[in-house]
């Protein structure tokens, strides 16, 4: 498995391809979710498919949630401990999009903050059916992650998941260009 990893404050921030329901050695995984916490398509029904019906019944309990807004859930199936829920922007709708898509980053990390959770891995949020470009929105995701890292106290895992080559090699690129 290809990966890049840099160490900040406590943490460390690997950018890594694979698929976002075989993380077996993180505490929490995150969905790029719809509003009302239902089975969707892309990351949210592999997901959903791979945690069973439970998981959804849970969550939408949790709903609806407005763009940049984070719910935890329990993961049901899958071999986690947590879902961590976060609803992305719709790019060119929900605008500043790049605000939109930093809370969804911050308010996960909060989550496991508050959960003390050690570790989490992320999907590329928006960067599919929500339209949001990888090469925009890699960077603001790298960056958010960064900045937060000196102040966490029990998350020192962090896993951004790439489903395929060619966002693996822009998260890459945007991890390297944090420092230039």
């Given at each position: 498995m290809e990966k890049e990893k840099i160490l900040h404050g406590n943490?460390?921030?690997?950018?890594?391809?694979?698929?976002?329901?075989?993380?077996?050695?993180?505490?929490?995984?995150?969905n790029a979710a719809n509003a009302f916490l239902r089975i969707g398509g892309g990351v949210a029904g592999a997901i959903h498919k791979a945690a069973g019906p439970e998981l959804e019944k849970e969550a939408?309990?949790?709903?609806?949630?407005?763009?940049?807004?984070?719910v935890i859930t329990s993961a049901h199936k899958l071999p986690n401990k947590y879902v961590i829920h976060v609803l992305g922007p719709v790019y060119d709708r929900d605008v500043p999009h790049?605000?939109?898509?930093?809370?969804?980053?911050?308010?996960?990390?909060?989550?496991?903050?508050?959960?003390?959770?050690?570790?989490?891995?992320?999907?590329?949020?928006?960067?599919?059916?929500?339209g949001y470009p990888v090469e925009e929105a890699a960077p603001v995701?790298?960056?958010?992650?960064?900045?937060?890292?000196?102040?966490?106290?029990?998350l020192k895992s962090i896993r951004v998941v790439n489903f395929n080559e060619s966002h693996f090699k822009v998260h890459q690129e945007a991890l390297k260009n944090l420092f230039s």
């Open positions: 943490a460390c921030l690997e950018v890594t391809m694979g698929d976002i329901v075989q993380q077996h050695d993180v505490e929490a995984i995150v939408m309990k949790k709903g609806p949630i407005k763009p940049g807004e984070a790049d605000k939109f898509l930093a809370k969804c980053y911050e308010n996960a990390l909060d989550l496991c903050e508050e959960y003390k959770i050690t570790s989490i891995a992320f999907p590329a949020i928006s960067t599919g059916a929500f995701a790298l960056r958010t992650i960064y900045v937060k890292m000196p102040g966490l106290k029990h």
